[in-house]
């Protein structure tokens, strides 16, 4: 028998894979490890010892059965055959099998080890791997580990995450502290993590990136048991990353900066289970992100501080969102908050502009502060049962006035309006009213008389109210205005 006779039946064997399933492809691995033995060493392949263990081999193959627990039988017979009688690495345990001769030895193996400062694209895919330390990394190259069994490694240089590098991987934890090693997997030094690279990782739990500054499209996408991400350096993060990871309940972004202005990638698909967003730096945004939070319908709280621009619909039907700070915000776009029922607290500093039903159905609102307010239009402050205080502190250049439905109406808890002193409505308003708003005070409807600004000698506005509220105030009082060219409007019976 020489080395080409071998090399064939090798051959033949490996072509019948469909007979025997992995088991041959093992056989075929055992049976070239013993071929290539005796090419390394020099040995005569006709010896008693080599001989007879290609034989023997060639034997369990003949008589090999269809039952998986055979097959194991006889792949341990094997084994035992190479390692106690030709001494060749053997497999240990799983089904993927390597054609170099350099990657061979990583068949079957559990854990793995380097120096190396490099390794190629997608080297242990669908292998059974479970751990792996390779800390002279620097990238992590596309589908290192995609579909292994991985559940912990070290990699303590790598900066780089490439594409579906742990894509489908059953790790647990990324830079978790005090977690023990078999459950961790170590990359404190990641700056860039790209395109799909923890999708599919269905067992993992939480994510701590200490550096990184940029993460991808669909990064973590489906990964449901994912509950905690933190990113404390992050500047750019494409929101579609966290795709489908319903289980995920708080998101803080403190460094991102900019959005994608796009709604494919500018939005939490699938985040039904998000409760909190803080996003403090986050300024850059547009109507075309307006469906970010579409789908995260557990929202509670949300800290946007610094954004300039709430988009339309951007936050509609959150129906637990409480509290949420828009302190930088200088327009909130229509029907923004409409419809957000147990909605608290709201911070808007800066706000100029509330376009129409922007607060519609915000039921839950007990006082609102617009300290520069100067447009508000149809509808903005509407179906506002428990608004009870509402304060503006600059003149009004555009209000949508109407006898029936105005800029504010139906708010039957409104008792408190201030405004300053000196308080204008522009050119173009034609007046304001408070459209079914019947339990306003004396005293502020005194009040917004005595400050309003003097307007004669310029075309009359009008200052409707409710009739009940009209009820309790004087003619002397309602004179007030009337002297400072102001219709009285009187609204209902």
């Known amino acids: 028998m020489n080395y080409t006779d071998i090399h064939n039946s090798l051959l033949t064997i490996k072509q019948e894979t469909a007979q025997g399933g992995n088991t041959r492809l093992r056989i075929y691995n055992a049976l070239k490890a013993i071929l290539d033995y005796c090419r390394q060493t020099g040995e005569d392949n006709s010896t008693v010892t080599v001989k007879a263990a290609v034989e023997e081999l060639r034997r369990l193959l003949n008589e090999h059965s269809t039952s998986g627990v055979a097959h194991e039988a006889r792949f341990q017979e094997i084994k035992n055959i190479i390692e106690d009688r030709v001494k060749a690495m053997a497999p240990k345990t799983g089904e993927r099998f390597f054609g170099d001769d350099y990657l061979r030895r990583l068949n079957y193996i559990e854990h793995y080890e380097s120096e190396e400062n490099s390794i190629a694209e997608d080297t242990f895919e669908f292998t059974a791997i479970r751990s792996a330390k390779m800390n002279k990394l620097t990238t992590i190259p596309d589908s290192l580990f995609k579909y292994s069994h991985l559940s912990s490694g070290s990699f303590s240089e790598a900066q780089t995450i490439e594409s579906a590098a742990f894509k489908g991987s059953q790790i647990y934890y990324v830079n978790k502290q005090g977690t023990q090693d078999s459950w961790n997997t170590i990359l404190p030094k990641v700056k860039t993590v790209k395109q799909g690279a923890f999708s599919e990782c269905r067992e993992l739990l939480e994510v701590y990136f200490p550096e990184a500054t940029r993460v991808s499209a669909s990064a973590f996408q489906n990964c449901t048991r994912l509950s905690k991400i933190e990113l404390p350096k992050c500047n750019t993060f494409v929101f579609s990353a966290l795709t489908n990871c319903h289980n995920l309940e708080e998101l803080n972004l403190p460094e991102q900066s900019t959005i994608f202005n796009n709604s494919r990638l500018s939005r ?31 929202l509670e709280e949300v800290d946007i501080n610094s954004m300039k621009m709430i988009p339309f619909y951007f936050f509609t039907n959150k129906y637990r969102l409480a509290k949420v700070n828009i302190s930088d915000a200088r327009y909130i ?13 709201v911070i808007t500093n800066l706000a100029r502009e509330i376009d129409k039903y922007a607060f519609d159905g915000c039921v839950s609102v007990e006082e609102l502060t617009l300290p520069v307010l100067s447009s508000l239009r149809e509808r903005a402050l509407s179906r506002m049962d428990s608004l009870s205080t509402l304060t503006f502190g600059a003149n009004i250049s555009e209000y949508g006035y109407s006898e029936v439905n105005g800029s504010i109406c139906d708010c039957p808890s409104l008792t408190t309006i201030n405004v300053p002193e000196g308080w204008e409505l522009g050119v173009q308003v034609k007046g304001i009213s408070f459209v079914r708003c019947p339990n306003i005070s004396r005293e502020s409807v005194v009040g917004i008389f005595n400050k309003l600004a003097d307007n004669t000698n310029k075309p009359a506005k009008n200052i409707a109210l409710d009739a009940t509220v009209l009820k309790n105030i004087t003619t002397e009082e309602q004179n007030i205005a009337k002297n400072k060219n102001y219709n009285i409007v009187r609204l209902g019976v």
Not at 271 to 291: H, M, R, W
Not at 333 to 345: D, K
Request: proline share 2%; with cysteine.
């Open 268 to 298: 939490l698909w699938g985040c039904t289970g998000l409760k909190k967003v803080f996003l403090p730096k986050q300024y850059e945004i547009s109507d075309n992100s307006a469906y970010l939070f579409l789908d995260c319908i557990s």
């Open 333 to 345: 776009g229509g029907w923004a908050f409409a419809g957000c029922v147990n909605l608290r607290t």
